[in-house]
C-alpha cells in the first residue's frame, strides 16, 4: 500500500539548494577538463605520443566493450601507473557527473510526483532554483558531449586500472553508457523531459509576467522612464511600486537560457501562444547563449540539428522558424543592444550623480541600483560573447563592427563600479532603513496575513510545520531594531530565507495544506521581505550577483583590447581605473569543487591589475613629460641670453626713416605670446595636455586601495613610483651631456628647467592626492650621489664632476695662455682659441666657470654633491703631490746644498744650472723638458685645481646663506671660536672636525681639510694621476719604494726649496705676462700663490704640526733671494727676462693668500719699492695693450 509524500521529508529546499551548488562546480570542472584536453601543452604527454595512436584508435572504435586481453593494449601495461596518476581527475570527475546526473534525475522525479506548481513572481526562490537546476543539468551533459578524447581518456583509466589492480572499476560500465547515451545530449535530455514537462512549463510561463518587460529597446526604457529617479519627481522618496521584487534585478541571460533549454527539450508545447512569444524573443535576442565562461553555443545552429535529427516528428516548419529567428537575430539584435548600452551609459551616471549628492535615496530607491547593475552586466555579456564568436559567413549577414567595438563601454564599467561603491561606502544608511522597514512595516503586515489565515473557514487550522515557519519569521524581524547597527551588531537572516524556501516548498506540492497559490498576498510580502533581509546582511553577496564581471576573466584578449582602445580614447581617460577594479572580481568565477584552479585565476588577476596600473602610470608620465618638455621650451625663452634680440631691436628704433624701409625679416615672436586667447573655444597643444593629465589624475586619484585575490593594489603608490623613475630620468636626460663630443648643458640653464619641471610636478597636487615633496625629497638627494639607487646610473653630480674635472679643467692645464683664471672675475677666461686643436669646439670657459654658474651647480647637486667634486679634485691634486715629490727625490742631493747655501749666489747659480738641465723623455727626443719647468707645471696645475675648488667653496656659500642662514651663522660661530683645550692634541682633532664641517658648508679654511684628507690616503692607496698630456719623463720613476723610505717631513721641506728657486724661471716665459684686466698671468701661474700655501700647510700639517709658519718664511726667504738676483741680472740678459714684473707680483700674491705670513716679513726680505714698480709696470702695459 503506497503512502501519501510529505512534503517536509522531501526536502526539496535543501536539495535544490546543495544541487545547484554542486551542479556549479560540476560544470567547471568539465570545463576545465574541456579546456585541459584541448590543450597540448595542459593535457597528459602520453596523450600526445604518437606511438600509441593505434591504441587510442582501438580504445575508441571498441568503446565501451573493451577486451583488456587484447595484445594491442599491452603497451599501455608499461605506462600504468602514470596513466592511473594522471587521469585519476578526469575519471572521477566523470564519475561525479555520473552521480550528479542520477541525483538531479531523483530529484526532478520527486518533484513530479508532488505536483509542484512552479510560479517565478510567487515561490521565486523554489521556481528559480528548479529552473538553474535544469539549466545547469544541460549545460554539463552538452559540455560533456563537447570534451575530446572522452571515450579515450575513460577507457584508457580503465585499462590501466585494471592492470594495476587486477579488476575493473566498478563505474566503468554505467560511466560507458553514459558516454554513449549523451553523444546526442538533447536527443536523450529531450526524452528525460517528457514527464517533467508539467512542472517545466508552468514554471516557464511565469516568465511571461517579467521577461518581456525586461526585454525592451532603448526606447520603450525611456518612454516608460526605467532606471530613472527623476521621470516621477515627487515620488523620489517612495519605495517601488512593485509586487516581485526578487524579479526586478533577475538576470536576463538567465531567463534566455531557461526559455530556450526548456523549450528545447519541451518543443511540443511550442504551441501555445504564451511560450512561442517568449521562444521567438529569446532566440531574437542574440545568436549565442552561454553554457559556462567563455564556452557557448551557436544557439540556432544546434537547435535545427536537434530538430532535424527528430525523424517522424514532421519538424520542418520548426526548422524553417528557427532559421527565420537566426536572420532577424543577426540584422537587428547587435543594433538592439547598442542602443541599449547608450541608453545605460545615461542612465548609470544620473542615478551615480544623484545617489553621490542624496545618498539617503539608497533606501527607499535602493532596488534601482540592483536593477540597473543587472541589466547593465547582462549587455557586458552579451557583448563580449558575441563580439568573441562572431557568426558564419554562410549567414550572408554583413555585420557592423560599430555595433561590437563599443569605444565608450569603459564608461558604462566606471559606473557600475561607482554605484556599487556607494552601496558599499553608505552601507549603514541602507542597513538603517532596512531594519526599521522590517521591524516597523514588514512585520506588522506579515502578523496581519497570518492572523487573516487562521480566521479563513476554508482552512480549519494551519499545519503544524507551516505554522511554526511563519511565527518565526515574524518573531525574527520583528525583533531586529536601529540600536543594532548604531553598535555595529553583525545580521544573519540566512535562517529566515532558507525557512522561506521551506515553506515555498511545502506550500507548493499539491494536496497542501497551504496552498500558496491560494494565498499570494503571502507569499509576494514573504519574497519582499526576503529582499529587505538581504539589503540588511547579505549587501556585498548581492552586489556580486548583480554586478559580477568576472566574466572578463575568460575574455582577456577582448579585455585588453578595451584597455587600450580606452587610453586611445582622451574622453575615456578617467574611466581606465576600472580596468583594474575589474580584476577583483575574477576570484569570484572560482569554484571551492574545483580549488586547483584558483592559483592560476589568482595569478591572473594580480598581472593583470599590475599590468593595467604600470600602463595607466606611464600613460599619466608621458602627458607630464609633455607639459614639462613645453614649460621648458618656455622657460628656455625666458632665459637672458634671448633678450639681445630684443635689446638690439629697440636700440635700432632712432634710426633713419630709409633704414625703416629697408627689408626686415619676421620678428621672432615673444615670450607671453601663447597666453594671449582671443577664442576658448581653439585648444592648443598645452590645453589638450592638462585636459588629458587631469582625466588620468581623476582615475589615480578614484580609489586607494584596489583588492585583487589576497593583494591590495594603491594607484597613487603606482604612479608615484613610475613618475620618480620618470623624473629621476629627466633630471641627468637635461643636462645633454655627451662624453663623445664633450657638450653639456651650463649649470644655469640646468637649473632653469629643473625649476620649470618642479613647478609642473608640483601642479600635480591639484589633480591628485599625493605629497610631491615626497617625490622631491626621494630623487633629488639621489642627484648629489655619484650614482642614482633606482638603475645605478650616473647622476648630474658624476656627470658635471667628470666634465669639469676631465674636460675643462684639462684644458685650462694642457692649452696653455688660452684659459686664464680671474680672480676679479670670480670665473675662468677663454682668452685665445687654439687653432691647433683636434677638439675643434670653442669651449667658453666663463659661460660654465664663473660664480653664476657654479652658484646654479652648487644648488643642482647640494653640499653631498659639491664635497664628492672636491674629493674627486683633491685626488688629482694628491696625485701631481706624488709626482712631485719623485721629482724631488731625484734632485735631492741638490735641493739640500741649495737650501744651505741660498746666501752664496755663486754657488746657487752653479746648483740652479744643475737643476735645471733639460731631461729626455723616452720616446720623445725633440720636447726636452727639465725638473724646474715640470715642477712649476705641476704646480700651477695643482693651483688650478685649488682655484676652481675655492671658486665652488664659496658658490655654495652663497647658495647656502641664502637656504639656511640659522644654520649657517651657528657653523660660522663654532669655526671662529672653536672652544680651547689644554691637550694640543685633542685641541688639533677638535679643529680638524670643525674644519671638516666648515668645508662641507663652503666656508673657507687655512688648509682644506678634503686636502689633508687625500694626503694622508696617498701614503696607502696610490691615486690615479690627473690627465696631462705634458707629463714629463722625470714622472715615470718607479714610486712607492722610493718614496715610502724618505722621510716625508724632509722631502715637504725639500719641495718648498724647488719651488721657491723654480719661480723666477717664470720670468723667461712669454706666457707668464700678467694681464691686469684679468687680475692674472696668461700661463695660470699666479695660482701657484694658492697652490704654495695650501700644499705646504697640508704637508706639514700632516708631517709637522705647528711647523707651517716657519717653513713658509723660510720658502719666502729663499724666493725673495732668487727674484732678487734675477733682478740683479746682466744688460743682455735683460731681454730674455721679459717678464720680471709679473712675477715679482707672484711674490706679492703669495704672501697675500697666505694665513701665515705678513706684508712685514715681505718686506723684510724684499723690496716694497720693487712691487709697487713692478705693479705700475704691468698696469701701464695692460692699458698699453688695451
Given at each position: 500500500m503506497s503512502?501519501?509524500?510529505?512534503?517536509?521529508?522531501?526536502?526539496?529546499?535543501?536539495?535544490?539548494?546543495?544541487?545547484?551548488?554542486?551542479?556549479?562546480?560540476?560544470?567547471?570542472?568539465?570545463?576545465?577538463?574541456?579546456?585541459?584536453?584541448?590543450?597540448?601543452?595542459?593535457?597528459?604527454?602520453?596523450?600526445?605520443d604518437k606511438n600509441l595512436d593505434s591504441v587510442f584508435k582501438y580504445?575508441?572504435?571498441?568503446?565501451?566493450?573493451?577486451?583488456?586481453?587484447?595484445?594491442?593494449?599491452?603497451?599501455i601495461n608499461n605506462i600504468k601507473q602514470d596513466v592511473v596518476k594522471s587521469l585519476s581527475l578526469y575519471y572521477f570527475t566523470f564519475v561525479d557527473i555520473m552521480d550528479f546526473k542520477d541525483h538531479v534525475v531523483d530529484l526532478l522525479t520527486t518533484i513530479d510526483a508532488c505536483q509542484v506548481h512552479m510560479d517565478v513572481t510567487l515561490n521565486y526562490d523554489l521556481t528559480v532554483n528548479y529552473l538553474n537546476l535544469i539549466s545547469t543539468y544541460v549545460s554539463i551533459m552538452i559540455l560533456l558531449s563537447r570534451v575530446e578524447d572522452r571515450r579515450v581518456v575513460l577507457s584508457l583509466y580503465s585499462v590501466a586500472y585494471e592492470y594495476l589492480h587486477a579488476s575493473c572499476d566498478p563505474s566503468f560500465p554505467r560511466l560507458g553508457q553514459l558516454v554513449i547515451d549523451y553523444d546526442s545530449p538533447l536527443r536523450k535530455l529531450s526524452e528525460e523531459f517528457v514527464p517533467h514537462s508539467r512542472v517545466v512549463v508552468p514554471a516557464i510561463m511565469s516568465l511571461h509576467k517579467i521577461y518581456p518587460k525586461r526585454n525592451l529597446p532603448a526606447d520603450q526604457m525611456r518612454a516608460t522612464g526605467m532606471l530613472s529617479l527623476l521621470a516621477e519627481p515627487l515620488k523620489i522618496m517612495n519605495v517601488p511600486n512593485t509586487d516581485m521584487v526578487q524579479c526586478e534585478y533577475l538576470s536576463l541571460d538567465s531567463m534566455e537560457r531557461w526559455i530556450i533549454f526548456s523549450m528545447m527539450l519541451c518543443h511540443q508545447y511550442l504551441q501555445e501562444a504564451q511560450l512561442w512569444d517568449l521562444w521567438k524573443t529569446a532566440l531574437q535576442s542574440g545568436y549565442i547563449i552561454q553554457l559556462c565562461r567563455d564556452e557557448v553555443l551557436h544557439?540556432?545552429?544546434?537547435?535545427n540539428t536537434f530538430f532535424e535529427s527528430l525523424k517522424g516528428h514532421n519538424m520542418s516548419k520548426r526548422i524553417t522558424e528557427v532559421k527565420d529567428l537566426q536572420h532577424q537575430a543577426l540584422l537587428s539584435a547587435p543594433g538592439i543592444h547598442r542602443e541599449r548600452r547608450k541608453f545605460l551609459r545615461s542612465a548609470l551616471k544620473e542615478l551615480a550623480l544623484i545617489y553621490t549628492d542624496q545618498p539617503g535615496l539608497l533606501g527607499p530607491k535602493g532596488l534601482y541600483i540592483f536593477q540597473a547593475l543587472a541589466v547593465a552586466r547582462d549587455e557586458i555579456h552579451w557583448l563580449l560573447r558575441h563580439f568573441d564568436n562572431p557568426p558564419s559567413k554562410r549567414h550572408n549577414v554583413k555585420l557592423s563592427q560599430e555595433d561590437f567595438v563599443d569605444r565608450q563601454l569603459p564608461e558604462l564599467l566606471f559606473n557600475m563600479e561607482e554605484l556599487k561603491s556607494l552601496v558599499r561606502k553608505y552601507n549603514q544608511?541602507?542597513?538603517?532603513?532596512?531594519?526599521?522597514?522590517?521591524?516597523?512595516?514588514?512585520?506588522?503586515?506579515?502578523?496581519?496575513?497570518?492572523?487573516?489565515?487562521?480566521?479563513?473557514?476554508?482552512?480549519?487550522?494551519?499545519?503544524?510545520?507551516?505554522?511554526?515557519?511563519?511565527?518565526?519569521?515574524?518573531?525574527?524581524?520583528?525583533?531586529?531594531?536601529?540600536?543594532?547597527?548604531?553598535?555595529?551588531?553583525?545580521?544573519?537572516?540566512?535562517?529566515?530565507?532558507?525557512?522561506?524556501?521551506?515553506?515555498?516548498?511545502y506550500t507548493s506540492v499539491s494536496r497542501a495544506g497551504l496552498v500558496l497559490r491560494d494565498h499570494s498576498d503571502l507569499g509576494k510580502h514573504l519574497n519582499m521581505i526576503v529582499f529587505h533581509t538581504k539589503m540588511v546582511d547579505y549587501l556585498d553577496e548581492l552586489l556580486n550577483e548583480a554586478g559580477d564581471l568576472s566574466i572578463y576573466c575568460f575574455y582577456t584578449q577582448i579585455f585588453e583590447h578595451q584597455f587600450k582602445q580606452c587610453m586611445e580614447f582622451p574622453a575615456q581617460h578617467r574611466y581606465s581605473i576600472v580596468f583594474p577594479i575589474i580584476c577583483g572580481h575574477f576570484m569570484n568565477a572560482t569554484h571551492e569543487l574545483c580549488p586547483e584552479e584558483r592559483h592560476s585565476i589568482g595569478t591572473t588577476s594580480v598581472q593583470y591589475a599590475h599590468w593595467f596600473l604600470k600602463e595607466m602610470s606611464d600613460e599619466v608620465n608621458q602627458v607630464i613629460t609633455a607639459i614639462c618638455e613645453e614649460q621648458c621650451m618656455l622657460n628656455y625663452k625666458l632665459l637672458p641670453k634671448h633678450s639681445a634680440a630684443s635689446i638690439l631691436q629697440s636700440s635700432n628704433k632712432h634710426k633713419k626713416k630709409q633704414d625703416k624701409k629697408k627689408h626686415v625679416g619676421p620678428e621672432e615672436e615673444k615670450p607671453g605670446v601663447e597666453s594671449a586667447r582671443k577664442n576658448r573655444e581653439n585648444f592648443t597643444r598645452m590645453d589638450k595636455l592638462h585636459m588629458a593629465l587631469t582625466e588620468l589624475c581623476y582615475a589615480v586619484n578614484y580609489c586607494n586601495v584596489i583588492q585583487v585575490w589576497e593583494h591590495g593594489f594603491v594607484p597613487r603608490e603606482f604612479f608615484i613610483q613610475h613618475l620618480e623613475t620618470r623624473f629621476n630620468k629627466a633630471l641627468v636626460g637635461m643636462m645633454m651631456y655627451n662624453p663623445d663630443t664633450s657638450e653639456i648643458a651650463k649649470p644655469s640653464e640646468l637649473l632653469s628647467s629643473v625649476k620649470a619641471i618642479m613647478s609642473v610636478l608640483q601642479g600635480l597636487e591639484n589633480y591628485v592626492q599625493i605629497d610631491i615633496a615626497r617625490v622631491f625629497n626621494s630623487v633629488l638627494p639621489q642627484q648629489t650621489q655619484a650614482t642614482d639607487s633606482f638603475n645605478g646610473e650616473k647622476t648630474i653630480t658624476a656627470n658635471y664632476t667628470n666634465w669639469y674635472l676631465e674636460v675643462l679643467l684639462r684644458r685650462v692645464t694642457v692649452n696653455i695662455g688660452q684659459i686664464v683664471y680671474s680672480p676679479n672675475r670670480k670665473a675662468f677666461v677663454t682668452v685665445a682659441a687654439d687653432n691647433n686643436s683636434k677638439e675643434n669646439l670653442y669651449l667658453a670657459a666663463e659661460e660654465y666657470a664663473d660664480l653664476t654658474e657654479l652658484r646654479a651647480l652648487a644648488e643642482l647637486i647640494g653640499p653631498y654633491g659639491m664635497r664628492y667634486l672636491g674629493e674627486r679634485l683633491m685626488g688629482h691634486v694628491a696625485s701631481q703631490v706624488d709626482e712631485l715629490k719623485k721629482l724631488v727625490i731625484q734632485n735631492k742631493e741638490v735641493l739640500f746644498n741649495m737650501r744651505t747655501s741660498f746666501d752664496k749666489p755663486d754657488a746657487m747659480r752653479e746648483l740652479f744650472r744643475r737643476l735645471g738641465r733639460p731631461v729626455k723623455q723616452p720616446g720623445n727626443t725633440k720636447n726636452q723638458v727639465s725638473d724646474v719647468d715640470s715642477v712649476l707645471m705641476r704646480m700651477t696645475i695643482i693651483g688650478i685645481l685649488l682655484s676652481y675648488r675655492s671658486l665652488a667653496q664659496e658658490a655654495l656659500l652663497d647658495v647656502l646663506e641664502d637656504r639656511i642662514p640659522f644654520l649657517m651663522a651657528s657653523v660660522q660661530d663654532l669655526k671662529h671660536f672653536v672652544p680651547n683645550m689644554k691637550d694640543t692634541k685633542y685641541s688639533n682633532m677638535k679643529q680638524q672636525v670643525v674644519n671638516e664641517m666648515a668645508s662641507a658648508a663652503g666656508l673657507s679654511c687655512d688648509i682644506d681639510p678634503l686636502l689633508i684628507s687625500a694626503l694622508r690616503s696617498q701614503k696607502n692607496e696610490p691615486r690615479k694621476e690627473y690627465k696631462d698630456t705634458a707629463r714629463t719623463s722625470t714622472s715615470s720613476v718607479s714610486s712607492d719604494p722610493e718614496v715610502t723610505n724618505e722621510s716625508d717631513y724632509e722631502l715637504a721641506c725639500l719641495l718648498m726649496v724647488f719651488v721657491a728657486v723654480s719661480i723666477p724661471t717664470l720670468a723667461k716665459k712669454d706666457v707668464s705676462v700678467f694681464k691686469a684686466s684679468l687680475e692674472g698671468n696668461l700661463n695660470n701661474c699666479h695660482c701657484l700663490a694658492k697652490a704654495v700655501n695650501q700644499i705646504a700647510g697640508a704637508l706639514f700639517t700632516i708631517h709637522g704640526p705647528g711647523d707651517v709658519s716657519d717653513r713658509l718664511q723660510e720658502f719666502l726667504a729663499l724666493a725673495s733671494s732668487s727674484l732678487l738676483r734675477l733682478g740683479q741680472s746682466q744688460e743682455h740678459d735683460k731681454e730674455f727676462v721679459k717678464n720680471r714684473e709679473s712675477v715679482y707680483i707672484l711674490l706679492d700674491l703669495i704672501v697675500q693668500e697666505s694665513p701665515y705670513l705678513t706684508m712685514d716679513l715681505l718686506e723684510s726680505c724684499f723690496p716694497y719699492a720693487l712691487l709697487r714698480n713692478a705693479y705700475h709696470t704691468v698696469y701701464k702695459a695692460s692699458a698699453v695693450d688695451n
Open positions: 503512502r501519501a509524500m510529505v512534503p517536509s521529508q522531501q526536502k526539496l529546499a535543501e536539495k535544490l539548494t546543495i544541487l545547484n551548488d554542486r551542479g556549479r562546480g560540476m560544470l567547471t570542472r568539465i570545463y576545465n577538463i574541456k579546456k585541459m584536453l584541448t590543450n597540448t601543452d595542459s593535457k597528459p604527454a602520453f596523450l600526445s580504445l575508441h572504435k571498441k568503446f565501451p566493450n573493451i577486451d583488456n586481453h587484447a595484445g594491442a593494449l599491452q603497451v544557439i540556432h545552429s544546434y537547435i544608511v541602507v542597513q538603517r532603513y532596512y531594519v526599521q522597514y522590517l521591524a516597523g512595516y514588514d512585520s506588522v503586515l506579515l502578523n496581519q496575513l497570518i492572523q487573516d489565515l487562521n480566521k479563513e473557514p476554508n482552512l480549519a487550522h494551519c499545519p503544524e510545520d507551516e505554522s511554526v515557519i511563519l511565527s518565526s519569521l515574524y518573531n525574527s524581524i520583528a525583533a531586529v531594531s536601529v540600536k543594532q547597527v548604531e553598535a555595529n551588531d553583525m545580521f544573519d537572516f540566512r535562517g529566515i530565507r532558507l525557512d522561506w524556501f521551506r515553506l515555498q516548498a
